[in-house]
């Protein structure tokens, strides 16, 4: 996960620093781009949604065994939602 451009771990750091308290520290520090600058969300153009990156599209991916299986991470429309929360101001 990065946090204000700067690498803060993967899961199991996130589990400690939320554990630890540190993680709400870091996050109460940013929130969604453009929330209070005025400025669009650069990755989103403010439309909240992203192209599915798991499935690419096809609203299918391979399971543990490989069988494909719908995607659950995106919508019907091949969208999922942005996670504004983790980028800075």
């Known amino acids: 996960m990065f946090i204000k451009g700067r690498y ?14 540190e993680l709400g520290e870091m ?9 209070n ?7 989103c153009g403010d439309l909240r949604f992203i192209p ?3 499935c690419s599209g096809s609203c299918k991916v391979l399971d543990e065994k490989e069988v494909f299986v719908r995607c659950t991470r995106c919508n019907e429309n091949v969208l999922y ?3 504004h929360l983790f980028l800075e101001h």
């Open 37 to 43: 600058s005025g400025e669009p969300c650069e990755a």
């Open 8 to 21: 803060v771990g993967g899961v199991e750091e996130m589990v400690d620093l939320n554990e630890s308290g």
């Open 81 to 83: 939602v942005f996670p």
């Open 27 to 35: 996050l109460d520090t940013v929130g969604p781009k453009g929330e």
């Open 52 to 54: 599915c990156l798991d």
